[in-house]
């Protein structure tokens, strides 16, 4: 009895303690929660942890990364925008948050969030895929690629991250710009799709340069282009799409968001914030480590390069339509 | 490699794991593994995720050095509840709980757990030298392996189950088909359509293994147990603490047959530490001489599983060191890991960083001894855990079941699955139904179902996919021929019952003890 007594105090308090105070001075003067919808070591969390903690040292308040996963960052994204807007709720989120909404619409879905219930603070990095095919398949260029694509239509396979993810969205704007059609192989995540492609189950990939920039080193894989529209600093001799001639740009980009609301003081606190992050040595040392390119934006601007992107995404994911079981041959 | 070499590798690798610092860290990695696996539910994976920042301040090797010591760790620490309270401390003790606890129940308890750490440093250690012998073209090998092929090995698995289990067929398959079931729910892997989630986002991901775990063994128990009489508390004596010689006896080809199961199945990327601990349960019932005594404390059914959940862990290392690819999601945390680092985990990763790469090879070494070590001692300390009484003992554990599910992933719904999964486990005991199954059909379905349809997607729709494929063929042909000599048995009885030759009282026990 008593020990169950004692749980149940101590719950009260924690409780109380986590919800009860309000923030009525000065922003802040509490911990600071920054949600990854993803589970740790991937990029949002890799990113949301040097973020936190130069933030931390910035605002003399706690600043904790929480993963809150499920749902394709569904769980975490809904979680944050249905969040008290008070700026001690941020979101740390990847180029997905503009898929999810569009995807439920598609499919008749009551939509876990809506972007709209979300302001952006700025964008953090973002890194253009690369186009990589296994090494023993015999195109050495775009060109050979789209060449062979358009001889043998729907033969050719490449495996993604899963269905309307990032990966999958590269490859969809990849197919639509050049008008072919290839044979799309899903996995559950970028790692299995990455092993895929090394084991020879499939031919082409699109990926953050990170992941496949030592295969391409080892010789298992050869990078055809990249999304951006420079040139990846790492891999110099790799053309862009947009140099072969086809107007299409792919990041997957990171950017911290608040639930909208948040109050305007509070947000020109954070921008203000993030602005000294992405200048603070530390930081700029540990994502050269996990090798993701800082590329920021303060709000306005990043709010421009978010409705682009998401509206280029929207086309996408309305190009590609419902996914239906395909009959065999 | 040559042999000289390789000894010579290892001799750096020593130097690098035996320095002071690092022996700390493995020390370290797997006294908070043990911890994290003994609090029910929250296994590997959790604990990894959620030390993963503080390793950040670390350098590279003391990093991972210290993961994989959580990583193995862990892998032990779920056996001890599993053994002493029926509750999984982890998925993959879930096969521990059946023959572990009913140990317990007979005063056996210290002997289980003394055979689940000498087993699992046994599979640990020897698991390691395959891994530093051949993982280059162990992980080659592994990369073979296709959705056709993984598709083939899990109904090969599913198959070897079906062959090798005891009780009642019929009731052990409406229960496989129930875990199937449940595995469906969640988003269609193939084109994003949301599948009975009734409105629940977080069913977007399915029905975790975890909560459904703990609530089917540990809340059933702990509902049986209050509509009982108070069972009489056993007290264990210290000399009971330690295996019988004929315990070790029983014991010792278990062990070694769980850890070459462990090591392949851990190898072959996107499987699981989970199946490796069922296969090996299933093989030890099949193989025994007397395989009624599986579910009513056989020690074999704790020596094998926890053997090869914990080769499983060096197996799953194979793809991550020699190529960079994450064979699940535990190794994919400790590739993470390594990229904070500075470095990148690829195919060179062996070359480029010799220190990293033996110095952690090394460090299981070490690691195996640190947690034989830390746990031997400590069985005498959980054991005393039974002298608590129950009516203190129990709601404490239960309250640990819903903080362990509930730190997972931080998910409400989780401890909603976890207690009907409760409710439902009561029922089902109630009415002689093994739960076992119910967990591996939910482990399987998601990746059958992912592989299969993926074959398809290669095949465009060709079921050829699957036998034009040599590694594929075999394995199904192999689960044909076992599915023909499981079914032959009951044709044959069934039709000697038919002709009045036997009595039809003692047909499930022959169906289930002779092959």
Known sequence: MMTARFFIAALAILFTLSHGTEAQEKYPNRNITVVAPFPPGGVADLTARPVASVMEKILKNPVVVVNKTGAAGAVGMSYVANSKPDGYTLLLALSSISIIPEADKLFDRKPAYNMDQLVPIALISADPTIFVVHADRPWKSVKEFVADAKKRPGEISFSSSGVYGTLHMAMEMLMHSADIKLKHVPYGGAGPALTSILGGHVDTLASGPAVVIPQIKAGKLRPLAGWGTKRVASLPEVPTFKELGYDIEFYIWAGLFAPKGTPEPVLKTLRSTVGQVVKDPEFIATMDKIQTPISYLDAPEFQKFWDKDAKMLADAIKRIGRLEIQEAK | MTMTETLQNLYLGFTVALAPGMLLYAFIGCLIGTLVGVLPGVGPLAGISLLLPASFGLDATSAIVLLAGIYYGAMYGGSTTSILMRIPGEAASVMTCIDGYAMTRKGRGGAALAIAAVGSYAAGTVSVIGLMLMAPPLARFALRFGPPEYFA????????????????????????????????????????????????????????????????????????????????????????????????????????????????????????????????????????????????????????????????????????????????????????????????????????????????????????????????????????????????????????????????????????????????????????????????????????????????????????????????????????????????PLVAENWRKALGLQGGANLEEKNSSSP
């Open chain 2, 153 to 488: 090995l899990l109904l090969l698995g599913l198959l070897v189950l079906a062959y090798m289990s005891g009780g009642s067929l019929p009731k052990s398959l409406a229960m496989a088909l129930l875990g199937l079931l449940l595995g469906m729910i969640g988003i269609d892997p193939m084109t994003g359509y949301f599948r009975f989630h009734y409105g629940l986002v977080e069913l977007g991901d399915g029905i975790g293994v975890v909560p459904v775990a703990v609530g089917l063994f540990g809340l059933s128990e702990i509902l049986l147990t209050a509509g009982q009489a108070a069972p009489e508390v056993i007290k264990p004596r210290l000399r009971e603490l330690l295996p019988s010689r004929r315990e070790w006896k029983d014991s010792a080809w278990p062990i070694a047959r769980g850890t070459l199961l462990g090591f392949l199945i851990g190898i072959i990327p996107g499987s699981a530490h989970i199946i490796s601990s069922f296969v090996s349960y299933a093989v030890e019932r099949r193989l025994s001489k007397h395989p009624e005594r599986f579910g009513q404390g056989a020690v074999e059914g704790v020596a094998g599983p926890e053997s090869a959940n914990n080769s499983a862990t060096s197996g799953a290392f194979v793809p991550m060191l020699a190529l960079g690819v994450p064979s699940g999601p535990i190794p994919a945390v400790m590739l993470a890991a390594m990229m904070v680092h500075g470095i990148s985990p690829g195919p060179l990763l062996i070359q480029q960083q010799p220190e990293l790469f033996w110095g952690f090879i090394a460090s299981m070494y070490v690691g195996n001894i640190v947690l034989l070590i830390l746990n031997l001692p400590l069985v005498g300390l959980f054991v005393n855990i039974l002298r608590i009484p129950y009516p203190i003992l129990y709601p404490s554990i239960l309250v640990f079941c819903l903080l362990g599910v509930y730190a997972v992933n931080g998910s409400v719904i989780d401890i909603w699955i976890m207690t009907m999964m409760g409710a439902l486990g009561y029922l089902l005991r109630k009415f002689d139904f093994e739960t076992a199954p119910i967990v591996l059909g939910l482990v399987l379905a998601p990746m059958l179902e992912m592989s299969f349809r993926q074959s398809l997607s290669m095949s465009s729709g060709s079921y050829a996919v699957f036998v034009n494929r040599p590694i594929a063929l075999v394995m199904l042909a192999f689960g044909v021929l076992l599915l023909v000599l499981s079914l032959r």
